[in-house]
């Protein structure tokens, strides 16, 4: 019997990756997967305002901050939370918010970087001779990063799109693609387009029920795919002064787990939705993610032979 780690949605967030980190030693796996939506989404000015004072707003609020330990202090801590950070003057702000491409071309500079880094962290704090370590890009993620994970391949870490892998002596197909969203981001596609994608995807495989799918959209009208239902302007709709949850998954992946019946479906995409189902005979889950508070969700699963034997909801 062999133990898989999944988690999903880091967003960024540097203390989430950290811990991922050390899931081997903590639960004794033989592979660790951290799949979807790995880089964060905005970046936080630190803003000379003279005599050794820096001015951020993050968090909900406006700091004024002493250059230094505090200074230094509050940045980790915005990084720690899945933004990236620019010290620099108030001429330098008014530059960027007059030229938001500059601001976009900066941003995947940073997002790079991180990414380079957090891969470097892992060739130094992971044997990956004895775990299998796979890290994927997801909906929200730019093309830019593919490049990035792909070229530490030869050093261990698995990249898993495209084709077949092998996880734990199990087959794992994996798809970034979820189905359309409001925020129109980079991968995305039609139910019609995503159904075509997965069709491609099983072919490849002798025996589909005793793979992995590991899908970052969740199924749709399941536990995994609960998230705010958003009115025209994106926010959250409201009854009886309780937000309203509707499903958002994918009926594509839906249809995919109830046809082939896999070992296993991994998915994430809704933070909310932190939970597992069962779809005919195969479970699945999706650990949500919480990653601006620090916490790294996770599932551990158990493996023999061809099926699940157990798995349970891990997070701190």
Request: aromatic content about 8%; overall charge negative; charged content about 25%.
């Amino acid at each position: 019997m062999a133990k898989l780690f999944f988690s999903v949605d880091v967003h960024g967030a540097e203390s989430v990756w950290r811990k991922w980190l050390r899931v081997p030693e903590l639960y004794g796996v033989e592979a660790m997967l951290l799949c979807g939506d790995l880089t964060g989404k905005s970046l936080v000015p630190l803003i000379d305002r003279g005599n050794e004072r820096v001015e951020a707003f993050y968090f909900g609020k406006k700091w004024l901050l002493e250059e230094g330990p505090e200074l230094d202090a509050m940045e980790k801590r915005i990084q720690d939370a899945g933004a990236y950070t620019l010290r620099c003057d108030p001429e330098r702000v008014s530059a960027l918010q007059e030229n938001p491409h500059e601001v976009e071309t900066l941003m995947l500079g940073m997002i790079k970087e991180r990414m380079v880094r957090w891969m470097e962290m892992v060739i130094h704090s992971v044997n990956l001779a004895a775990v299998d370590t796979v890290v994927m890009p997801g909906n929200d993620d730019d093309w830019e990063i593919d490049d990035v994970i792909k070229s530490f391949s030869d050093r261990g870490i698995r990249w898993c799109l495209d084709d077949v892998v092998e996880i734990l002596g199990a087959p794992m197909i994996s798809l970034d693609y979820v189905n359309p969203t409001p925020w129109d981001t980079p991968r995305e596609d039609s139910e019609k387009g995503l159904w075509k994608r997965i069709r491609t995807l099983v072919d490849k495989l002798d025996d589909p029920s005793g793979a992995i799918f590991n899908f970052h959209a969740p199924p749709y009208n399941t536990m995994l795919d609960l998230a705010p239902e958003l009115d025209a302007s994106k926010k959250p709709v409201t009854i009886a002064g309780q937000v309203n949850f509707v499903h958002v998954g994918s009926s594509a992946v839906a249809r995919a787990l109830e046809e082939y019946q896999p070992m296993i479906g991994l998915h994430g995409h809704i933070h909310e939705s932190s939970a597992h189902d069962m779809i005919g005979k195969t479970v699945v889950v999706n650990p949500g993610s919480e990653y601006g508070e620090g916490i790294l969700r996770g599932y551990v699963v158990e493996i023999e032979g061809s099926r699940v034997k157990n798995q349970w909801k891990v997070e701190g």
